[in-house]
Nanobody
Framework: QGQLVESGGGLVQPGGSLRLSCAASGFTLAYVAIGWFRQAPGKEREGVSCIDSTDGSTNYVHSVKGRFTISRDNAKDTVYLQMNSLKPDDTAVYYC????????????????????WGQGTQVTVSS
């Protein structure tokens, strides 16, 4: 079956940085696109970023463009989300997920296109 495990969350002050990791156990991430999502209390799950399995093309939700960077290391079956210039609005539980497809595509932000999810890691941005 395998599982995804997120790590790297925590409490950070506004303007700070965190790097989230998403590691696969029991299977390889190399052949599927990987997405990062987040969910704040009382809000729907939101697509944050996605990275293709092929050439590493990336997608970002507008609110994080220029601040977050997604990357992958297929040799380690790990995907990262580097988050800089964090804001209180970034506070949420962050999840990674494996796409049904090799490419993110135009609907990369739709959770229905993802099949395996991690348990999430809490990110809190507060002074």
């Amino acid at each position: 079956q395998g599982q995804l495990v997120e790590s790297g969350g925590g409490l950070v002050q506004p303007g700070g940085s965190l790097r989230l990791s998403c590691a696969a156990s029991g299977f390889t991430l190399a052949y599927v696109a990987i997405g990062w999502f987040r969910q704040a209390p009382g809000k729907e799950r939101e697509g944050v970023s996605c990275i293709d399995s092929t050439d590493g093309s990336t997608n970002y939700v507008h609110s994080v463009k220029g601040r977050f960077t997604i990357s992958r290391d297929n040799a380690k079956d790990t995907v990262y989300l580097q988050m800089n210039s964090l804001k209180p609005d970034d506070t949420a539980v962050y999840y990674c997920a494996t796409s049904l497809f090799r490419l993110c595509g135009n609907s990369w932000y739709d959770p229905r296109n993802y099949i395996k999810w991690g348990q999430g890691t809490q990110v809190t941005v507060s002074s």
